[in-house]
């Protein structure tokens, strides 16, 4: 499958509620805009679209990824599942590997909509979905994709959990990284 056009973004953050964030927070996006074979019309197997991916994690540089999340906004002329067949289990073995590894799932969000949409790509920790410190995300916005006919594929990775988290739960250095859930 062609990628259209790649987009790339980055958001660093290096204090909240003035309190410095050490490391600091980088989260990293990238979008790749393909073409939908499948606009227009119904199409059973959606197999061909289960093989396209990219991956952020050079942006996040000297740091490395510890949370991620995935996403996708469907052009008007396509369907919702389009863009869910492309973040497969072979999506997410690509951004896995490219994380370092992961156990956990990948969160993740699918809409159709028009250029210009907005979408919050949501981030779990990769080893243990439970880690509340980790439960954030990235907001992304398109000012011209999806056309009507295009899918814009996007893989996110962050550093670290919220800064200043403190809503209790299951802590990043309790992980036994055993079964993708704590």
Request: hydrophobic share 40%; aromatic share 6%; glycine share 10%.
């Given at each position: 499958?062609?990628?259209?056009?790649?987009?790339?973004?980055?958001?660093?953050?290096?204090?909240?509620?003035?309190?410095?964030?050490?490391?600091?927070?980088?989260?990293?996006?990238?979008?790749?805009i393909v073409?939908?074979?499948?606009?227009?019309?119904?199409?059973?197997?959606?197999?061909?679209?289960?093989?396209?991916?990219?991956?952020?994690?050079?942006?996040?540089?000297?740091?490395?990824?510890?949370?991620?999340?995935?996403?996708?906004?469907?052009?008007?002329?396509?369907?919702?599942?389009?863009?869910?067949?492309?973040?497969?289990?072979?999506?997410?073995?690509?951004?896995?590997?490219?994380?370092?590894?992961?156990?956990?799932?990948?969160?993740?969000?699918?809409?159709?909509?028009?250029?210009?949409?907005?979408?919050d790509v949501?981030?779990?920790?990769?080893?243990?979905?439970?880690?509340?410190?980790?439960?954030?995300?990235?907001?992304?916005?398109?000012?011209?994709?999806?056309?009507?006919?295009?899918?814009?594929?996007?893989?996110?990775?962050?550093?670290?959990?919220?800064?200043?988290?403190?809503?209790?739960?299951?802590?990043?250095?309790?992980?036994?990284?055993?079964?993708?859930?704590?």
């Open positions: 499958m062609e990628i259209k056009r790649i987009l790339t973004f980055v958001d660093e953050v290096r204090s909240e509620a003035g309190q410095r964030t050490q490391p600091p927070l980088r989260k990293a996006a990238v979008v790749a073409q939908n074979p499948f606009a227009g019309k119904y199409v059973e197997d959606l197999s061909p679209l289960t093989v396209a991916s990219a991956i952020a994690v050079a942006l996040l540089a000297p740091y490395k990824p510890v949370g991620y999340g995935k996403a996708a906004l469907i052009g008007l002329a396509g369907e919702q599942e389009h863009g869910n067949a492309m973040l497969t289990t072979t999506f997410g073995n690509v951004m896995r590997e490219a994380a370092g590894g992961g156990k956990a799932w990948i969160s993740s969000f699918t809409k159709r909509a028009a250029p210009g949409a907005t979408i949501p981030f779990a920790h990769k080893d243990a979905p439970y880690v509340r410190s980790h439960y954030d995300g990235i907001s992304i916005t398109l000012h011209d994709a999806p056309l009507p006919d295009e899918i814009a594929l996007i893989c996110a990775y962050a550093t670290r959990g919220r800064p200043n988290h403190r809503v209790g739960g299951l802590g990043a250095d309790d992980i036994k990284g055993i079964d993708g859930l704590t």
